[in-house]
T-cell receptor, first 111, second 114 residues
Framework: TQLLEQSPQFLSIQEGENLTVYCNSSSVFSSLQWYRQEPGEGPVLLVTVVTGGEVKKLKRLTFQFGDARKDSSLHITAAQPGDTGLYLCAGIIQGAQKLVFGQGTRLTINP | NAGVMQNPRHLVRRRGQEARLRCSPMKGHSHVYWYRQLPEEGLKFMVYLQKENIIDESGMPKERFSAEFPKEGPSILRIQQVVRGDSAAYFC????????????FGQGTRLTVV
């Protein structure tokens, strides 16, 4: 059973388009993080959200934490080829002590 | 994530040999997670340790795998009698406090069993 469901798993779009990646669960998370991983490298932390309804922006990336702290989304505006990579959501379930990951969204931005 | 150091970056072992993977957490971090990643897949939790304690090993295979995080020195993930199916990238992450805080990853060790 996957505790965090990411969708879509694969996404290929043209440069300049917008996109949204979703991370959903039936569990409540005390915090949720988004990572980006490039081939041959470890995941790099992009953002952490902890408050229900929280929205954080990182240049063209907008991260939102659901009001109930069960889901999150990552929206990229005007995607660029440099955004290509594997995007992972991860969270700590309330009351638990380990970081659980979604399957990842493999994003390809075509020039 | 540059602060979490994993070595070696690449490790080749023959079937039946032992593999030792090392992880030095970021300075000031006393909690370490190990994850395994198969090609084209996400990260699967293996074990969560703090110094001298295993907090959660629910993701560790029951046999051949062990992990430790001694009071001094790096955390070690040990795989005995490796098999081809153990080939994967193994990532370590560290955090300063175990619960509800950010984890930072090393660059991983890519294990190939031949």
């Amino acid at each position: 059973t996957q505790l965090l469901e990411q969708s879509p798993q694969f996404l290929s779009i043209q440069e300049g388009e917008n996109l949204t990646v979703y991370c959903n669960s039936s569990s409540v998370f005390s915090s949720l993080q988004w990572y980006r991983q490039e081939p041959g490298e470890g995941p790099v932390l992009l953002v952490t959200v902890v408050t229900g309804g929280e929205v954080k922006k990182l240049k063209r990336l907008t991260f939102q934490f659901g009001d109930a702290r069960k889901d999150s989304s990552l929206h990229i505006t005007a995607a660029q080829p440099g955004d290509t990579g594997l995007y992972l959501c991860a969270g700590i379930i309330q009351g638990a002590q380990k970081l659980v990951f979604g399957q990842g969204t493999r994003l390809t931005i075509n020039p | 994530n540059a602060g979490v150091m994993q070595n070696p970056r690449h490790l080749v072992r023959r079937r039946g040999q032992e593999a030792r993977l090392r992880c030095s957490p970021m300075k000031g971090h006393s909690h370490v997670y190990w994850y395994r990643q198969l090609p084209e897949e996400g990260l699967k939790f293996m074990v969560y340790l703090q110094k001298e304690n295993i907090i959660d090993e629910s993701g560790m295979p029951k046999e051949r795998f062990s992990a430790e995080f001694p009071k001094e020195g790096p955390s070690i993930l040990r795989i005995q009698q490796v098999v081809r199916g153990d080939s994967a990238a193994y990532f370590c992450a560290s955090s300063p406090i175990g619960r509800g805080t950010e984890a930072f990853f090393g660059q991983g060790t890519r294990l190939t069993v031949v």
